[in-house]
Every structure is written in C-alpha cells, then in structure tokens.
C-alpha cells in the first residue's frame, strides 16, 4: 500500500487519452490509481449531494431529533446553522464514483 492517492484528476483530453473513448467534456474525470483494480474502473466521475450539516442537526443513531424543516430542493432536514455549513444547515459533498461509461462499456 502506498500513500499515492487512490484519484488522480485529469481533464478530458487525458481521461479520453488513456480510456481511448470520446467522453463529456462538461464532466470532471479522475483515473483510479489503485494498480491492483480494487475499484475495477480506471475512469471515475465526481459526484455531488446536499445533505445535513452534522455540525448543527441532531440525530439519534440515524433518526433526527427535534422538527427540522426539509430542504426544498434537495429534501434533506436542514440544520439550525453553525461555522462547519456556513449557517446554511445543509452541506455540499463529493466523491469520485465509476463512470457510466465504464458500464456502457461493459455492456457493448
Ligand atoms: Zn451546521
């Protein structure tokens, strides 16, 4: 195990270089650097979703305490603000998830 990170960001041009496919130029791209293929996707895409801020909404073992109200768009209960969500009482996360087209891939 080395302390390499497990994603290198890439821009298109070299996600489309070392996939050999034509992809979203719009999407972020990350290649996997695990060499073992523990993923099992050299291409991944960012993903992105709101929820709770765990700073200011109380939960019980993955139950809210308390009457939060939900979010409009994104649904989640947001919190009564606090410095970890900027007093917004929701947060905005991301992670590198296997590209789509790694499956549409598969599929062909
Ligand atoms: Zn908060």
């Known amino acids: 195990m080395t302390d390499a990170p497990l994603f290198k960001p890439v ?5 489309e ?3 050999g496919l034509r992809l979203d130029r719009r999407r972020c791209y990350a290649l996997s650097q695990d060499t073992d293929q523990t993923f099992g996707h050299l ?3 960012i993903a992105t979703w709101v929820e709770s801020c765990t700073g200011c909404h ?5 139950h809210s305490v308390g009457d939060y109200p939900r979010h409009p768009k994104h649904g989640c ?3 009564a603000g606090c410095e970890e969500c900027g007093y917004t009482g929701v947060r905005r996360h991301s992670w590198w998830v296997p590209s789509s087209i790694n499956s549409e891939d598969e599929a062909a």
């Open 11 to 15: 821009n298109w041009k070299d996600a």
């Open 17 to 19: 270089a070392a996939t």
């Open 43 to 45: 291409l991944h895409e």
């Open 58 to 62: 109380e939960t019980f073992e993955g």
């Open 77 to 79: 209960e947001i919190g």
